[in-house]
């Protein structure tokens, strides 16, 4: 079955970095567009980047040119780079798949930006 597992998020200071990591299963990877996006409390989820099966990549205006989104095929893996963050980066971050009229989530990772 599908399966994506976020990992990466942690705690870390503004203007610092993380680098989240979505490794997905039981799907042809390659073929697929990735994205991830983001719940903060007591907000709705946001969409946050897209990456899609040719590589090319989109970003939700507030992260340009702070996130960057990239793939590995070779790992089934989607990543997001994360660097000067914000406090209002915080959230759970979560990766998506759409497989025909369905969407299958990863369960998130924490990202707390704080000093």
């Known amino acids: 079955q599908v399966q994506l597992v976020e990992s990466g998020g942690g705690l870390v200071q503004p203007g610092g970095s993380l680098r989240l990591s979505c490794a997905a299963s039981?799907?042809?990877?390659?073929?697929?567009?990735m994205h991830w996006y983001r719940q903060a409390p007591g907000k709705q989820r946001e969409w946050v980047a897209r990456?899609?099966?040719?590589?090319?990549?989109m970003y939700v205006n507030s992260v340009k040119g702070r996130f960057t989104i990239s793939r590995d095929n070779a790992k089934n893996t989607v990543y997001l780079q994360m660097d000067s963050l914000k406090p209002e980066d915080t959230a759970v971050y979560s990766c998506k798949v759409i497989l025909g009229l369905s969407d299958y989530w990863g369960q998130g990772t924490q990202v707390t930006i704080s000093s």
């Open positions: 990456i899609t099966s040719g590589g090319s990549t």
């Open positions: 039981g799907i042809a990877f390659s073929r697929h567009a």
